[in-house]
């Protein structure tokens, strides 16, 4: 375990000033909106904020205020928060982000989850908090070899919760996050005390008569998630298939890594049709700089190819079943990019235990609504403790 600082030199910060400032934009159809993708106008607002208004200093140390460690595993240096609850008592658990996240997702739920007394809380709901970022994402090293997928990347969960000397912990995630926290506790259904998800994917069972039983909140989400794979799936088929190719633009156009993302930022979070993404802009480029400073758009969506590049590789990693030993809870947000159903979640995890659903929050729960998601995280360790 090395203590690790983040320390972007200056030389990077004063490269992205002038990429920023040297920018070609392109022209748009006039009226389209948001249909077609993320408007210039928005985007030159956020890029000159980016350039003139925003201090990367100020992010970095925010972050810096929280332990971070490296750690070699497989081959490959995991970077990772580690925050230990004042509580002697905390329940161990490890935390996941996904694409286009990052460990800056969980910034606002780290005092209320390690330390609840200083937050108005009941003590015995403290956690002992491991957030490590994925292989391939921000501060962590780059794979060197094909096969890391979400399996591999569970095997290694387990590993550095096996350092740190946890032997009994929960773990947590969406987005990516589901996966590879499923892929942990399968891993090590020894030492996996459970499993809470605020992201659940749910397919069709191969019964084709079984949709025309669904109630009718469930049919739209059924719905919902047959037009988002027509209209809203391109980014995972081009990470999916071609990350190399879209690696070029991405690592070297500040701005096309920043379009990039936010476009999901505003997608996938629970935003009205006429709002703007729904995130504090100095939140959304600190997630971007991380992307940006250390070249993670490449990197990142080999995860993709690993996992998703053929239909059997999509089942595999997201379909289940999940035939764990261990509860699992699901926290359900209504404006999420990935809208469960839960009588099929009942066929595909055996052992849900724990089932809420909100009626606010979408698809970054932790960010768009943290004191929901901690709650919910310490509903469901309750039953675990």
């Not at 049919?219 to 071609?242: H, M, N, P, V």
């Not at 701005?255 to 476009?263: D, F, R």
């Not at 990142?300 to 053929?310: K, T």
Request: hydrophobic fraction near 40%; glycine fraction near 8%.
């Amino acid at each position: 375990m090395r203590p690790f600082r983040i320390a972007v030199g200056q030389e990077a910060l004063d490269d992205l000033e002038r990429r920023l400032a040297a920018t070609r934009w392109p022209e748009e159809l006039p009226g389209t909106g948001w249909q077609r993708g993320v408007p210039v106008g928005c985007l030159r607002e956020l890029a000159e904020y980016w350039r003139t208004g925003f201090s990367w200093r100020r992010a970095e140390e925010h972050l810096n205020a929280f332990p971070q460690f490296l750690t070699e595993i497989d081959g490959v240096d995991i970077h990772f928060l580690h925050i230990r609850s004042p509580e002697p008592d905390a329940m161990p658990l490890i935390v996941t982000h996904g694409w286009p996240g990052s460990v800056a997702e969980f910034l606002d739920v780290i005092g209320p989850l390690t330390d609840p007394r200083g937050h108005g809380g009941d003590p015995a709901d403290a956690f002992h908090l491991v957030i490590p970022s994925l292989p391939g994402y921000g501060f962590s090293g780059r794979p060197r070899e094909a096969g890391w997928d979400t399996a591999r990347i569970g095997r290694a969960w387990a590993e550095l919760m096996h350092r740190l000397g946890y032997r009994r912990y929960l773990v947590q995630g969406g987005d990516w996050g589901m996966p590879v926290s499923l892929r942990t506790a399968l891993a090590d259904p020894e030492h996996v005390a459970g499993v809470h998800l605020n992201m659940l994917v749910t397919l069709p069972p191969e019964d084709p008569a079984e949709p025309a039983r669904l109630e009718p909140q469930d049919r739209a989400r059924l719905e919902f998630a047959a037009a988002f794979e027509q209209d809203g799936a391109g980014w995972r088929k081009i990470q999916s298939t071609r990350p190399q190719t879209l690696a070029y633009g991405l690592t070297d156009s500040p701005v096309g890594q920043l379009a990039w993302i936010a476009e999901k930022f505003k997608e996938w979070s629970a935003a009205g049709p006429a709002a703007e993404i729904p995130v504090s802009r100095d939140w959304l480029l600190t997630n971007v700089s991380i992307y940006w400073f250390t070249a993670s758009a490449g990197p990142s969506a080999q995860l993709y190819y690993e996992s998703n590049r053929l239909d059997a590789d999509f089942l595999r990693t997201w379909a289940g079943p999940w035939p764990l030993a261990m509860p699992v809870g699901v926290a359900v947000f209504p404006g999420d990019a990935v809208r469960p159903i839960r009588r099929w979640a009942e066929r595909i995890l055996p052992t849900l235990t724990h089932w809420s659903e909100f009626d606010r929050g979408g698809h970054f729960a932790a960010l768009e609504q943290p004191e929901l998601f901690v709650s919910d995280v310490r509903a469901f360790a309750r039953t675990r403790r």
